[in-house]
């Protein structure tokens, strides 16, 4: 049974990175649009001021807000594919269908039965408006309920054909001629049913804004600890876009989740200070501050000799975590050592967003110095109280800092620069391997990719055990037959892989910003298409 669930829960994190993979880029443009309307910017640069800029500013941003008011149908579309076993393009196009048969169903019933709300506002009745069709309010949850029920219908019905004249309703129209009924049953029965979830969510989120710093620090130290089990977005991803993570009215309209929330202020002028919500997207503090300190002590306590190649190992990596926010090449590299510093990380990590908590900083940071920059520097420090992220910051490094160092010289952890004589000195990313390759071979990132493609498949055991690929921000995702199978010293040292994450029949290699690339290369060496 635990089997089961934990297979379940792997497919739907693998799932759920394609909505979660483009909706920050959403957060980026937004701000960059916010550039070009922002008052405090036209004052400093008077040539902003013109209707050219201005007018290109609020149309990007007019535009992308539109998503944040569509967030279950992206959910439903993108759990659907990532879930759809083949045919991923026509599962996601069966769930838009679904998505738009169910609004109407549910319209419809809840007409017919007379609890449809007639009046003029619809805020605080547990209704709302999707797509032009006034249903009960059921956010993001919506979209991955129906994104859900979609690929199950579709996994179980797109291979079932018919002989002569039915012929042509075999495949994907079967799957929606079934998923009809299905969906509009579930209509009928949210339609009872959801208002018992809606309170009960209601609560928790209650629950959790009133546990004030000990919620804070619970949610920042587990967000880290589930890194490898590469589970960690299942707890985020609901305080960012759902209701856990704070309602506001901005603008007229009311927005669900932390991210949601601040992307709307950001746009809206009337906002003179960012949501006290923004704190379940400070996440960056240890990103950029935090296990900077950790490479530094790891530094300072490398052995004498050792302390050349692990400045030349460390340095990319605490650059690539302060500027992007990739902090697993770090984390992976005294995760399997010293796994009490990875707990040690992750209860700094949670103290630092309860530092933010408590001082009161509106700043947005969810990952590296890029974004943060790029949000809060144009908002100014009446918006966001950015230097006081800054402080917080400094603190957290200092405190990785000093706990770090203590820890390994105590109980003598094997980090990098501190192994046996035996053993390499070296953080295995995949960077370092192709800047080696590439310099020995002259050949290109693509053609390094491509050649070590077939050592990947070697080491997972073959091409006949491996049976799905996918990726995420960092990791290469596999399912196989036989994960015993896996050579991880053959995955470390001869393709780069900074760490090897075995459960049951799912496998994570973490080769970090590159893994999209090697995904590629591992896919055509397997003759496989996106779309299967």
Not at 418 to 440: G, I, P
Not at 489 to 496: A, D, R
């Amino acid at each position: 049974m635990k089997k089961k669930v934990m297979d379940a829960m792997q497919r739907f994190s693998k799932a759920m990175f394609i909505p979660i993979l483009i909706l920050p880029i959403e957060g980026i443009l937004i701000a960059f649009g916010n550039l070009f309307t922002n008052p405090r910017l036209i004052e400093v640069l008077p040539f902003l001021d013109n209707p050219i800029t201005t007018g290109f500013g609020t149309i990007l941003t007019g535009s992308l807000v539109s998503i944040l008011t569509n967030l279950g149908l992206i959910f439903c579309v993108g759990i659907a594919i990532g879930l759809a076993n083949k045919d991923k393009a026509i599962a996601g196009f069966t769930s838009l269908l679904g998505y738009l048969v169910f609004v109407n169903a549910m319209n419809k019933f809840m007409q017919l039965t007379g609890v449809l709300y007639e009046g003029e506002s619809l805020q605080g009745t547990g209704q709302t408006m999707v797509l032009g069709v006034q249903i009960l309010d059921m956010g993001v949850f919506l979209g991955l309920i129906l994104g859900i029920v979609t690929a199950i219908v579709h996994n179980k019905f797109i291979d079932t054909e018919f002989k002569g004249a039915f012929q042509i309703y075999g495949g994907s129209r079967f799957v929606f001629i079934v998923l009809i009924p299905v969906l509009v049953l579930l209509s009928v029965a949210l339609t009872f049913i959801w208002p018992f979830f809606q309170a009960g969510i209601s609560s928790l989120g209650g629950l959790i804004q009133h546990s004030g710093s000990f919620g804070v620090f619970l949610y920042g130290a587990l967000e880290r600890l589930l890194i490898p089990t590469g589970l960690h977005h299942l707890i985020y991803t609901p305080f960012l876009y759902t209701s856990l993570g704070g309602v506001a009215e901005i603008g007229g309209q009311v927005y669900e989740g932390a991210r949601n929330i601040y992307y709307a202020e950001i746009i809206d002028p009337t906002v003179k200070e960012l949501s006290s919500s923004v704190v379940w997207d400070a996440r960056g503090i240890s990103k950029m501050f935090g296990l900077i300190g950790a490479c530094l002590a790891m530094y300072h306590v490398a052995k004498p000799e050792n302390k050349g190649k692990v400045k030349a190992i460390l340095i990319p990596a605490a650059v690539t975590s302060f500027i992007a926010g990739v902090t697993e090449p770090i984390e992976f590299s005294f995760l399997f050592v010293a796994p009490l510093l990875f707990v040690v990380h992750a209860a700094l990590s949670g103290l630092g967003m309860v530092a933010y908590h408590l001082l009161d900083v509106r700043a947005i940071g969810p990952n590296g110095m890029i974004d943060f920059l790029l949000f809060n520097v144009p908002l100014g420090i009446e918006k966001t109280h950015w230097p006081m992220y800054i402080l917080v910051g400094l603190f957290s490094f200092a405190a990785y800092y000093v706990v770090f160092r203590f820890l390994i010289v105590k109980f003598n952890f094997k980090t990098i620069g501190r192994e046996d004589e035996d053993e390499e000195t070296k953080l295995y990313s995949k960077k370092d391997y192709e800047k080696k390759n590439n310099r020995v071979t002259g050949t290109s990132e693509s053609q390094s990719n491509n050649g070590i493609a077939p050592v990947i498949v070697d080491a997972l055991g073959g091409a006949s055990n491996i049976n799905t690929v996918t990726n995420c921000y960092t990791r290469l995702r596999l399912t196989l037959d036989n994960p015993e199978k896996v050579n991880e010293e053959v995955l470390k040292k001869e393709t780069g892989a900074s760490g090897v994450v075995i459960k049951d029949k799912n496998v994570q290699v973490v080769y970090g910003l590159q893994v999209t690339n090697i995904r590629k290369a591992v896919d055509s060496y397997l003759g496989l298409s996106t779309n299967e």
